[in-house]
């Protein structure tokens, strides 16, 4: 088993900044890959980004492409998403998940096998 642990959103206007983080413990090893996914009020969870545990490999939704950071830091066991220049799309609950599997795709939330509780980050205009 895996557990996660969000923390870091809040309320930001537009073109500000937030930082997240996602605190892993438990079976660490059993990691493939991390990603963020979003869920904003009667839409579905859509990807955000990924990143491989064990390598730099990230991956962006186009959306959020040249604002978003996701880094990982294996030494504390967490990930971060650095979120510049936001806007009031970006506005929803925040998930940080866990995959195990090598062969799933990253932008699917169907592939990971563990889920924070999310975090709540809203943008104002």
């Known amino acids: 088993q895996v557990q996660l642990v969000e923390s870091g959103g809040g309320l930001v206007q537009a073109g500000g900044s937030l930082r997240l983080s996602c605190a892993a413990s438990?079976?660490?090893?059993?990691?493939?890959?991390m990603g963020w996914f979003r869920q904003a009020p009667g839409k579905e969870r859509e990807f955000v980004a990924a990143?491989?545990?064990?390598?730099?490999?990230?991956y962006y939704a186009t959306s959020v492409k040249g604002r978003f950071t996701i880094s990982r830091d294996n030494a504390k066991n967490t990930v971060n998403l650095q979120m510049n220049s936001l806007n009031p799309e970006d506005t929803a609950v925040y998930y940080c998940?866990?995959?195990?599997?090598?062969?799933?795709?990253?932008?699917?939330?169907?592939?990971?096998?563990?889920w924070g509780q999310g975090t709540q980050v809203t943008v104002s205009s």
């Open positions: 990143v491989r545990w064990s390598t730099t490999s990230t």
């Open positions: 998940a866990a995959d195990r599997d090598i062969e799933t795709n990253y932008y699917d939330s169907r592939a990971y096998d563990y």
């Open positions: 438990g079976r660490i090893s059993s990691i493939f890959r």
